[in-house]
């Protein structure tokens, strides 16, 4: 692929480009480091057309790949927008102010949930069952489509991570790794499909509480524990505390189902993995809880519409996923379909990490 690219990510599993082909179509291209370790370019490609062939709203599948022993490229959708994580915790805009709109924050929670539950039974009876299905489910890798409708990126890469044995753990750079489980055994136990819903709790705590939480740093220095935080004040009946100034100051009456949610992601990064909720029972009591609370805003629109002109969803658009032909020596994976508009925003943290 010959094309202009800039630098606009990097992480632990390696660094992401934006890249302009010559039909003036963007599209980010990764290369994953931590893919050298594949078994053999016939494994990666079966395993890469297999995600490529996922399909749901709430999902990012990729567009493309590269094989080289030595390099891995993987090509997606352009999504202006940006992460999840880089919205709620980088300059705070014009999309952060958008985010503090309590619907558009439940529209998020619901999308994350939907998908990857979705994920958990499309990717069951696989080669990767071994390992969690998405293995890597955090702010950074939900991108936010034009409407703030939740994209989930980079699932389904245990398996290519963590070397050529199946059940090995993967790398560290994994954010599924991170579950309680998996860390009390020193990187020896690969993540499983509940590790999955420990990381979806803590994305559902990030984007309740505005936090940026500790758990995503290596080194856990730095941020908010939000876990031991969380469990703590759910415990002593402080939940309430916990909740973003920024949705709570014009969302007051919505606290209640906010606590709800909360309660909800509590129970999903509970420290024993056998007492956390499954993943299909985990998202649909996010749904569940989102279903309520938009019933409430209702409710309050109904009562008071001119309050509700001014606080609620507005118009919004239905976003598409699109799909870019082949370039040069990339393998294809999805069909051609141009999104029909596209907006400028931040073209900064789109992680692959």
Not at 52 to 62: D, I, Q, T, W
Not at 98 to 117: E, F, K, S, Y
Not at 127 to 137: E, F, K, R, S, V
Not at 147 to 173: M, T
């Amino acid at each position: 692929m010959k094309a202009a690219a800039e630098v606009i990510g990097s992480g632990g599993l390696g660094s992401a480009y934006k890249a302009v082909m010559a039909s003036g179509v963007a599209v980010v291209v990764k290369r994953a480091r931590d893919m050298n370790r594949a078994a053999s370019k016939d494994a990666f490609d079966a395993e890469m057309r297999r995600l490529g062939a996922v399909r749901h709203a709430n999902l990012l599948p990729p567009l493309a790949y590269h094989y080289r022993k030595d390099e891995k490229l993987l090509v997606y959708e352009y999504i202006p927008k940006g992460s999840l994580q880089y919205v709620l915790h980088g300059d705070r805009g014009m999309d952060y102010a958008a985010l503090a709109d309590w619907p558009t924050r439940l529209r998020v929670a619901a999308g994350i949930a939907r998908g990857a539950a979705f994920l958990h039974v499309a990717l069951a009876g696989t080669t990767t069952t071994t390992h969690a299905p998405h293995g890597n489910l955090k702010s950074a890798n939900v991108l936010l489509a034009p409407d703030f409708e939740p994209l989930l990126v980079d699932f389904g890469y245990a398996g290519l991570v963590g070397g050529q044995d199946p059940h090995a753990a993967p790398p560290p750079s994994m954010f599924a790794y991170r579950a309680p489980e998996c860390a009390a055994a020193g990187g020896n136990v690969a993540p499983g499909a509940k590790a999955d819903v420990y990381c979806l709790g803590v994305v559902l705590l990030e984007l309740l509480t505005g936090k940026f939480p500790a758990q995503y740093l290596h080194n856990a220095k730095g941020g908010t524990d939000l876990v031991m935080w969380a469990t703590s004040a759910m415990a002593e009946g402080y939940e309430r505390d916990l909740l973003d100034p920024a949705v709570v100051a014009g969302w007051k009456f919505a606290v209640p189902d906010m606590v709800r949610l909360m309660r909800v992601a509590v129970d999903c990064v509970e420290k024993d993995a056998e007492k956390r909720p499954g993943m299909k029972e985990a998202a649909a009591r996010v749904v569940e809880a989102v279903v309520a609370a938009m019933a409430t805003v209702k409710e309050r629109q109904e009562e008071q519409p001119a309050a509700a002109a001014a606080g609620g969803e507005g118009d919004r658009t239905t976003s598409s996923h699109a799909a870019y032909v082949r370039e040069g020596s990339m393998q294809r994976v999805t069909s051609v379909v141009e999104r029909s508009s596209r907006r400028g925003s931040n073209d900064y943290s789109y992680g692959i990490s």
